[in-house]
């Protein structure tokens, strides 16, 4: 009886080891995508840090991306890959790092995101998905096979490139693999740029890569691939007016986009950075006052112009005993029709730019763009990493950024009250505590009994 109640304890054990195996030990590899323009940008803020992507995850991010017309697809497809290649492997300098046009691409494309951990499930499916959403032949091209890949780029087209596989006997050949793979991976992407294609490249693999643990890293960095993953503003120049030959507005953005009407999305990001087709000849650079004039032509379909402006003085405030750039109002017009937004703590020393992650019309942003008459009513603004600065302008560089984020955020109100109320608590104990007395007198049971008088 005492056995068949053991044998049965280690079946449950067992069984439940096995489950909680499954349910914890969730395969996983790495996912890098970049891009052409800037489909990718404002993504990387969907997941939080450890979470593993699952497959509707992973397609409904990609939803967006591949749902474009004229769009390419280029899969490089590796046997084993996980973001400890990354963190081990990158570690050389120079031209011996296996992932260096990897990196190159990852920080010099419009848009870029990495994904440290996508099950593995939802890789096994990309490209049937992706075939799928496309409606294209697949076309698998082996590695060696490159030179003879031929593009064209008037309709979509669909690539799985299969890199060669990585012999992880030892690390100088798993290295060999991984340069040889790099070299394909950058013959391909730069081919497609000097063509002016306009493609997403995805570089990922079918299982996890099991990298041995090095004890001996004194001295280096674990950080350096995946400081990739993080947008560079210097990606492309901020867009500046000039007076006579200098400039003396600058402004960036990573994501510049309007609604009209609540239904007409205008993109103005890739119309205005890094693009000829936005015209700030109408911009105003004065000593106490400048307007920074952003005009579109046709940017959308149904809308004939588009004008942004920006209108900014310099005023010296007594209290501070210096000059303040402040941003005053933003005004959109739209085939004749204007719409005046004022605005909130958009203000920094004149020496400085300002910077918010946030900018537009919802009261949740950084900086709010408040409506000032009825036909601002209709137009909604999102402006991500907004910087702007007019004054004290050098070169094609923004100055130190006043950020609009205030010292007194509501994550350090709520610890202050709570720290009071601790803290009042806390007195009020010390108080009882030290007010505690005693009786100054004790019934003896062989006397009189003690009577006490309720005055005392």
Not at 17 to 22: F, I, K, W
Not at 387 to 400: E, G
Not at 411 to 432: D, E, K, N, P
Request: hydrophobic share 40%; glycine share 4%.
């Amino acid at each position: 009886m005492a056995t068949c109640s053991l044998v049965s304890w280690v079946q449950v054990f067992c069984f439940f080891s096995l489950l909680l195996r499954g349910i914890f030990s969730v395969a996983h590899t790495s996912v890098l995508l970049w891009s052409t323009d800037r489909s990718l940008q404002g993504l990387a803020s969907t997941f939080h840090e450890g979470h593993i992507i699952s497959e509707h995850e992973l397609h409904t991010l990609l939803q967006h991306t591949i749902s474009q017309d004229s769009r390419n697809l280029v899969v490089f497809l590796q046997d084993k890959l996980s973001v400890d290649d990354f963190t081990r492997y990158a570690e050389s300098s120079g031209k011996e790092t296996p992932f260096l046009n990897v990196q190159e691409f990852l920080k010099a494309s419009p848009s870029s995101l990495v994904l440290p951990a996508v099950d593995c499930q939802a890789l096994s499916h990309l490209t049937e998905y992706l075939q799928k959403s496309l409606n294209v032949p697949l076309v698998n091209v082996d590695g060696p096979e490159t030179s003879h890949l031929m593009v064209n780029a008037s309709k979509p087209n669909l690539f799985v490139i299969r890199l060669q596989p990585t012999k992880r006997k030892d690390e100088p050949a798993t290295l060999k693999a991984l340069m040889e793979n790099d070299k394909i991976i950058g013959r391909i992407t730069k081919a497609l740029q000097q063509q002016g294609v306009r493609s997403l490249m995805i570089y990922t693999a079918r299982q996890p890569s099991k990298v041995p643990v090095q004890f001996n890293v004194a001295g280096h960095s674990r950080r350096q691939l995946m400081s990739a993953e993080v947008q560079d503003n210097s990606l492309y120049p901020p867009v500046y007016a000039l007076n006579g030959s200098q400039p003396c507005i600058l402004f960036y953005a990573t994501n510049f986009s309007l609604i009209a009407n609540g239904s007409v999305f205008i993109d103005l990001s890739n119309l205005t950075f890094g693009s000829d087709k936005v015209d700030t000849s109408l911009s105003e650079c004065l000593p106490t006052n400048a307007t920074l004039s952003l005009q579109y032509t046709n940017p959308v379909s149904g809308i004939k112009s588009l004008e942004i402006s920006f209108v900014m003085t310099n005023r010296f405030y007594v209290g501070s005993a210096r000059n303040w750039s402040t941003l005053d109002s933003v005004e959109i017009v739209q085939d004749n029709r204007t719409a005046t937004f004022s605005v909130s703590i958009i203000s920094s020393p004149v020496e400085y730019s300002f910077h918010c992650q946030l900018v537009g019309t919802r009261r949740q942003y950084g900086a709010r763009l408040i409506p000032s008459n009825d036909e601002a009513q209709n137009w909604e603004v999102v402006i991500s990493e907004f910087q702007i600065q007019a004054f004290s302008v050098q070169n094609i560089t923004f100055s130190y950024a006043s950020d609009c984020t205030s010292f007194f955020t509501p994550a350090i109100w709520m610890a202050l009250v709570s720290s009071l109320v601790l803290l009042l608590i806390l007195t009020y104990g010390i108080h009882m505590i030290v007010h505690l007395t005693t009786n100054n007198r004790f019934d003896n049971p062989k006397d009189a009994r003690l009577s006490v008088p309720e005055t005392e």
